[in-house]
């Protein structure tokens, strides 16, 4: 399992890490923490369109997408 | 897939709300192609406060207050509001002092850029070569791993200062005669207030739900083939395209457009300073008054960066004119995309940090 920090960064930054993580680790479990709405609905999509399952889970401000 | 349809539904709402505001801010008055224009709208504000003493272009334009309180008010229903500073903000004040500079040698920031390719002025479309130009290079660095860093949380009042002070602003210009307003000129140009309050709080409203960014749009598409960023400027251009052909507003040309100039080289430039720039801070003029509504000090201070580089454009002669872009405007745009370059090549290497 892969885990990325990726919380206040600027965009397209969290796209790039999570594209590069499921680039470099084929098939492996990513989870990626975001802080904003806008880098976790990049991210979901990014997921979608690599037909891969995403889940958010939200805790004390902080959306931490699993993508398996 | 569900949930996809639902968000295209939303870009699609949001970009044909998008183009009713330009076209009904047109109708209302505001000038030639410049319905809506983030970059020359900050430069009639800075005039208006008097920062600058260009007579033709001071005017406290409503639609940049409503923008960012329309960004906040979305932002805050759709529970996205988060108080965040700290990513390098000197360095993204001059990124926004920069970005506004290009703009106004071009004449217009991305949006105007699109309002003015719709209405048929090929000077935009030879600058959208520029300003893609200048996106690509901007993804190069990010690529080689080009980060501003870390915002983190911070008090909540952090992130409505800007959206307060802005609001006071618009009150004592419609109150007092304590600012400045054009008599003559594009600044003398405007719909009614109540319409353009109206219209900047409903097109922050959408930019802030949709994510709208003319360097996003591009940018993401060139990284990540996602297009979903192109549906709400694609809609936008369409409505404005059409309602230019039905007046009568259309006229393809590159000489004799209002409000422009036909050197293409200085309309390239100054749009790839903004693209590069824009890039850079993660979004263009436009995203960054989502982004201060929502909540980014980060953003708040590129947006001073761009009101003080706006004075700065007209207080040194930078800005173009109908002629063309001045000396001074030249010498100055050559010097940003050095200091781009600058500013890209020693912040890489830190996504990780």
């Known amino acids: 399992m892969i885990e990325l920090d990726a919380k206040g960064l600027s965009c397209p930054q969290p796209l790039m890490m999570v594209n590069d993580a499921m680039a470099g680790n084929p098939g492996e479990t990513i989870v990626?923490?975001?802080?904003?709405?806008?880098?976790?609905?990049?991210?979901?999509?990014?997921?979608?369109?690599?037909?891969?399952?995403?889940?958010?889970?939200?805790?004390?401000?902080?959306?931490?997408i699993t993508i398996e | 897939?569900?949930?996809?349809?639902?968000?295209?539904?939303?870009?699609?709402?949001?970009?044909?709300?998008?183009?009713?505001?330009?076209?009904?801010?047109?109708?209302?008055?505001?000038?030639?192609?410049?319905?809506?224009?983030?970059?020359?709208?900050?430069?009639?504000?800075?005039?208006?406060?008097?920062?600058?003493?260009?007579?033709?272009?001071?005017?406290?334009?409503?639609?940049?207050?409503?923008?960012?309180?329309?960004?906040?008010?979305?932002?805050?229903?759709?529970?996205?509001?988060?108080?965040?500073?700290?990513?390098?903000?000197?360095?993204?004040?001059?990124?926004?002092?920069?970005?506004?500079?290009?703009?106004?040698?071009?004449?217009?920031?991305?949006?105007?850029?699109?309002?003015?390719?719709?209405?048929?002025?090929?000077?935009?479309?030879?600058?959208?070569?520029?300003f893609a130009a200048g996106i690509v290079t901007g993804v190069f660095f990010l690529k080689k791993g080009f980060s501003l860093g870390r915002a983190v949380k911070v008090g909540k009042a952090e992130g409505i200062i800007l959206p307060v002070v802005l609001v006071v602003v618009l009150v004592l210009s419609l109150t007092t005669a304590l600012f400045k307003a054009s008599t003559e000129g594009p600044g003398s140009m405007h719909a009614v207030v109540l319409v353009s309050t109206l219209g900047g709080l409903v097109f922050g409203a959408v930019a802030q739900k949709s994510r709208m960014c003319f360097a996003g749009g591009l940018r993401d598409t060139f990284l990540v083939r996602d297009f979903s960023g192109l549906i709400t400027i694609g809609l936008l251009f369409g409505i404005v395209l059409v309602y230019n052909l039905v007046t009568g507003g259309f006229k393809l040309s590159m000489a004799d457009q209002p409000i422009a100039h036909s050197q293409a080289l200085w309309?390239?430039?100054?749009?790839?300073?903004?693209?590069?720039?824009?890039?850079?801070?993660?979004?263009c003029p436009l995203r960054q008054l989502a982004l201060a509504g929502?909540?980014?000090?980060d953003s708040a201070v590129t947006f001073l960066g761009m009101l003080v580089g706006a004075a700065c454009a007209h207080n040194f002669n930078l800005a173009s004119s109908t002629d063309g872009?001045?000396?001074?405007?030249?010498?100055?745009?050559?010097?940003?995309?050095?200091?781009l370059f600058a500013i890209a090549a020693v912040n890489l290497k830190k996504r990780n940090a």
């Open chain 1, 32 to 64: 990626v923490e975001v802080d904003t709405a806008t880098p976790r609905d990049n991210i979901l999509r990014l997921a979608a369109r690599k037909k891969r399952q995403a889940s958010v889970e939200e805790v004390d401000d902080i959306f931490r």
């Open chain 2, 1 to 130: 897939m569900d949930t996809r349809k639902k968000e295209i539904t939303t870009l699609v709402v949001c970009g044909l709300l998008a183009g009713a505001v330009a076209v009904v801010l047109a109708i209302g008055g505001n000038p030639k192609n410049m319905a809506i224009c983030v970059a020359c709208f900050i430069r009639d504000i800075a005039g208006g406060l008097g920062l600058h003493s260009a007579a033709k272009v001071q005017y406290i334009r409503p639609e940049i207050i409503g923008i960012v309180v329309g960004a906040l008010i979305m932002a805050i229903v759709g529970k996205e509001y988060k108080a965040t500073a700290g990513s390098s903000p000197l360095t993204r004040f001059f990124l926004g002092f920069m970005m506004v500079i290009g703009a106004l040698v071009f004449l217009g920031c991305p949006l105007r850029m699109v309002l003015r390719m719709a209405a048929g002025d090929l000077n935009a479309w030879i600058g959208l070569v520029g």
């Open chain 2, 267 to 283: 309309n390239i430039l100054g749009l790839y300073v903004v693209g590069f720039a824009a890039v850079l801070l993660g979004g």
């Open chain 2, 294 to 297: 929502s909540g980014s000090g």
């Open chain 2, 325 to 339: 872009a001045t000396m001074g405007g030249q010498i100055v745009t050559i010097v940003c995309i050095v200091a």
